[in-house]
């Protein structure tokens, strides 16, 4: 472990990397052999029979690309190879002779949104964003457009999830449910994960907004499938770009980032129309949404079912039920409880509690009053470095009974061993 540095405005913690840590699990996503990667080649298949030609209002789609050849903005040549993914919105190529690079075909029939993600994209270029850090790639950011004959039919991105793990996979690993597959991919590369891990990808999550923020760029959907955490670095990565809020400073046109998840959106969002466009103020409730599932095994601050199931925002979620009604039990008594597997928020050091307060207390008629005293991205990495910084660190304790529960320094008893026992006696 290195100290947090500052390198191109994104300040980020270093995480450890174990003995055990093996190129190829990234490399090899199914190990040879394996019943579900033979399941989706078969599909592939399937859906390659199905998709070869297609007609649309009289004009043939091809929905599989390999081997066909794009021209970038400058007529640069692009030969796609193998399709990585596929997808409703877009499929991924790999493109021949280049492995850092990938290109995204459009594979939505909707010349409307083909005609404004051109627009978006040459924007997107035009901001000249530096996407990489150290020659590493930390933003999945449009460097190229491509065409066949005249219709924009995708474009090229640096390829960011090389030596990557997805924050999807660490969220699954910490909570309290473990997803075998997410499990496997965790200890591989960090063997000796603990609670401090959580600490630094949350600080680097942090770091990561505000680096985004200070370049003009509204994330609005932070979630944790488009996040990817760089296993040698601990940098967090952005897939999906395309999905960001950016500006065209030159003809002043505004791109709204796509709205998130639901159960990752801020309050505001549900109750006024005129601010269900995503804001730097909106990010910071999802980001403490994400740090708060980070930090307390994957529970979600809003989560629990309302006494009262029956009322005007049935139609959501439950947790965006609570962000709605502003039920968060951890800040404030409210209709609903803590669940009784949940870490005991006072396990947190009483600065971080107050973090999640000042982002999370309010009520349905407060909420445009405390967007304002939401904690920023500046404030959560200030907060985090105390627990986050290299040995020796004496803002935490490891447990004498257990070597991978370590836990903030002022709790007098190990927190995991405490929730263990009361998860086993339910």
């Known amino acids: 472990m290195r100290e947090a540095i500052n390198d191109r405005k994104i300040q980020y913690v270093p995480l450890m990397v174990g003995n055990q840590y093996d190129y190829r699990v990234l490399q090899e996503y199914y190990p040879p052999g394996n019943e579900e990667k033979d399941v989706l080649t078969a599909e592939y298949d399937n859906i390659r029979k199905v998709f070869e030609e297609t007609r649309v209002d009289g004009d043939k789609v091809i929905s599989f690309y390999d081997g066909r050849c794009f021209k970038g903005l ?78 924009l039919m995708g474009f090229i991105v640096p390829n960011v999830q090389r030596d990557t793990i997805a924050l999807s996979d660490i969220l699954r690993y910490t909570g309290l449910v473990h997803n075998d597959q997410s499990t496997e991919k965790v200890l591989k590369i960090y063997p000796q994960f603990t609670w401090k891990y959580s600490v630094q990808i949350a600080y ?67 109750q006024l129309k005129g601010l269900k466009i995503a804001s730097q103020s909106t990010d910071l409730f999802s980001l403490s949404i994400q740090i708060f599932r980070l930090l307390m095994k994957n529970i979600h601050p809003f989560t629990g079912k309302p006494k009262d199931d029956i009322d005007k925002y049935s139609y959501l979620g439950i947790e965006a039920r609570n962000i709605v009604s502003s039920f968060c039990p951890y800040i404030k008594k ?42 920023s991205t500046k404030q959560w990495m ?44 339910l």
């Open 334 to 375: 409210c209709d609903i409880s803590v669940p009784l597997w949940s870490p005991s928020f006072e396990l947190l050091p009483d600065e971080v509690q107050s973090a999640f307060r000042k982002t999370f207390d309010y009520t349905e008629d407060t909420v445009l009053e405390t967007i304002k005293h939401r904690t």
């Open 74 to 151: 400058k007529n640069k040549s692009y030969l796609l190879e193998e399709l990585i993914k596929y997808g409703g919105t877009y499929s991924t190529y790999s493109v021949q002779d280049n492995c850092n690079i990938m290109a995204k075909i459009i594979t939505k029939d909707d010349n409307y949104y083909r005609n404004k993600l051109e627009r978006k994209i040459r924007v997107m270029l035009s901001l000249k964003i530096n996407y990489e850090v150290n020659g590493i790639p930390v933003l999945e950011w449009p460097l190229d457009i491509l065409y066949q004959d005249g219709v």
């Open 204 to 270: 680097n999550l942090a770091s990561f907004v505000d680096y985004l923020h200070s370049l003009g760029i509204i994330v609005g959907t932070l979630e944790e499938y488009y996040l990817y955490v760089h296993i040698k670095t601990g940098r967090i990565i952005y897939t999906e770009c395309e999905r960001l809020g950016v500006k065209d400073h030159v003809s002043g046109e505004e791109f709204p980032c796509e709205l998130s998840r639901l159960d990752l959106t801020a309050p505001e969002q549900f």
């Open 382 to 425: 200030k907060i985090l470095y105390h627990l986050a910084k290299v040995e020796p660190n004496e803002n935490l304790r490891t447990c004498y009974k257990n070597k991978f529960h370590v836990y903030p320094a002022h709790n007098s008893e190990c927190p995991w061993c405490k929730m263990e026992l009361q998860i086993k006696n």
